[in-house]
Every structure is written in structure tokens, then in C-alpha cells.
């Protein structure tokens, strides 16, 4: 696989086979933004997925100082997806105590869903870069692929050593028919925004109106989230 291709023009099922795939788009939805949806949107359609399922990290185990606790990163995730056909929202890792591991979703998943689903974990490629420092990140693809995509200026070539060896292991043109164990690239329209960017702007008294979903900006406001000294609702 070259690291900057993606073959979502070559995606297909192979022969006949109706495996369901169900994409899982993990993050701190700090708050959830168009960059988010777009990713799902493409990831849903490039990787042809029957649905692609949010999943709002509770306890991030990776960043800290979230003004903003899951409930309400939870509820405008709700309200981002609403009822958007082939899109769903699984609040687990809300509900789990302890810090926020994908590998525990994953196995929490597998074991509810069986072993014929293919499992495909959405990642942008900040994400992808990071994968070594991920909870028992090498048994991820035990239970699930992983598809990445470009975003913004982390690129998905020259990655650290052990994420290079895993891509030489498991690096494939397309999702095979299989439940879990390859790792591809998928392409979308580069959407530049960020939670953290947002962030800085809500508190200044910005209402960057077109990175967030109406019904999100209507919560933010309504609950005075990121203000300088607002607490969570
Ligand atoms: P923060 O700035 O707070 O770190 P974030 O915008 O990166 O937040 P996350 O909730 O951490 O949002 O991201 C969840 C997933 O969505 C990650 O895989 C991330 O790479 C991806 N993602 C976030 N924003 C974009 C974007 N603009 N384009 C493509 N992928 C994105």
C-alpha cells in the first residue's frame, strides 16, 4: 500500500458476500464539529459501511483539561447525528468507568455482535500516528480493521517504526472480506477544523457558526460551554 493513495475507487465487496461492516468513529467530541461528520460521511462511503456508530470517549486517556464532561460531549454527539440514515451513536464508553480504551469497545463488541461483522475503526491520521501509544494497540486488528485518512498536516507517510512495522504486516488496497486484521487508506475533501480551534474561539465569544452543527451551537450557547469559567451543564 503507498502511504498517500487510497483506493476507495477500487473498494468493492468481493464476489457476493454480505458481511456486514460497521465503522466505529472513536474521539473526545470535544465539541463534535463538520470535520467530524464529513469523516464519517466519507469514511461510510468509501469504505462502504451498513453504519458507522460515534463513540464519545468518557475518561480520555490521552487528553486532559476538557472543560466539558462526557454528558454533554455525549448529548451533542446526539444531537450531531440525530437520525441521519446508516449513522448511530454507542454512548459505552460513557457508561464505563475507568480511562477510555478502544481495545476494551472492541472486545466488548465482538463479544456482542459475534465474530462475522467486520469491525472498521475510523481514524484520521493524527490518530494513525499515534496507534503505538495505544492501549494493547497490536490487538486491535484482532477484532477490527482500521482505515485511515489524511488530515490536515499529518501526513500518513513516515510514520514511527512500530506503526510503519504493523502497516508492512497488515497494509492492504481495500477491505478484504474478512472481520479484522488489515489497515487501508481512504480519501476525503480536507475539512480544517479542529475541537481544539473551536475551543480557543468559543471562548473569545466567537460563533464559528460554520463548523458546527446548528443544533450543536444552539446547546453550546444555550449551556454557555467554553466560555472563559463556564462549567459543564
Ligand atoms: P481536539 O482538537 O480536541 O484534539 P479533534 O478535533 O482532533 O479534537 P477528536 O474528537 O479527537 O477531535 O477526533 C476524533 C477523530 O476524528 C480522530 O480520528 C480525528 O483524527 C478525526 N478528526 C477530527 N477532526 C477531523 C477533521 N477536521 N478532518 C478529518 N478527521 C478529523
Redesign the pocket.
Known sequence: MSPESTRPGNEHRAGSTTRRRIGL??????PI?V??L??ARAAREALRLDELRFVPTGQSWQ?HGSEVDAAARLDMVRLAVGSTPGFAVDDREVRRAGPSYTIDTLIELRAELGPEPALVLV??S??LRNLATWHRYRELLLHAHIAA?R??THPLADLDPPVEALLAAHGRDALPDAPSGAIVYFT?PP??????ALRERLARGERPAELLPPAVLDYIERHRLYRAGAASP
Open positions: 468513529l472513536g474521539g473526545t467530541f470535544d464539529h470535520g467530524h464529513a469523516l487528553k481514524l484520521g493524527d490518530q485518512t488530515r490536515g476525503m475539512v480544517p477544523v479542529s475541537g481544539t
